[in-house]
């Protein structure tokens, strides 16, 4: 039995969830998630639980038990508590502003890079433009966002300046040696 797929999804408190044949709607205080699942899977509500049960234990539906519950428990913890995902900007002159929505990235090219959030994101900048965290209910958006920003400049190895992940090690390189 899968450990992921059999464990309980408990409900917060504002947070309702309604099935129509293969669609799930979670509705929370932080906004409303649908998606599709798997006929096969089904999806047991009880007073403030939610449990998948799979139909057999043939490989495909194992694999299918486990990816659903923990999809399900995303939609659950984004609209009520919503996800985060911080990101870090290295190097002289580089920084990240707001104006207005827009995120804008000053990141060592001739021009400013722009990025504009969905609906239900949000960016914010701290500490002068060092740090940006994107907000969101879809774990999934969220970090494809936090991804895109950090391609516009991933961090290099030689000085490490660029964009990286909160708590990312860049592994570093010695560079060239000088005169003896």
């Known amino acids: 039995m899968s450990r ?6 408990p ?5 309702s969830v309604s099935q129509a044949d293969t669609l799930v709607t979670v509705k929370g205080p932080k906004g409303t998630l649908a998606q ?3 006929p096969s899977m089904t999806i047991e509500m009880e007073e403030d639980v939610l449990t998948v049960v799979r139909p057999s234990d043939s490989r495909e539906d194992r694999a299918m038990h486990g990816l659903t519950r923990a999809l399900l428990n995303n939609m659950v913890v984004g609209v009520s508590d919503g996800f985060t995902k911080t990101l870090e900007v290295e ?7 707001m104006e207005g929505n827009t995120l804008v990235l000053n990141v060592g090219y001739s021009h400013p890079i722009n990025f504009e959030p969905p609906q239900d994101m949000s960016f914010e900048v701290e500490d002068r433009g060092k740090i940006i965290r994107v907000h ?5 958006l969220v970090g494809e966002y936090a991804a895109r920003i950090r391609k516009t400049r991933p961090p290099e190895p030689y000085k490490g300046k660029g964009i990286r992940y909160q708590g990312e090690y860049v ?10």
């Open 91 to 97: 190097g002289v002159g580089y920084r990240a502003q």
């Open 171 to 180: 592994r570093r390189k010695a560079g060239k040696t000088g005169k003896v």
């Open 4 to 9: 992921i797929g059999k464990a309980p999804i």
């Open 11 to 15: 409900l917060p408190k504002g947070v």
């Open 36 to 38: 599709e699942f798997l």
């Open 136 to 140: 969101g209910i879809d774990k999934q």
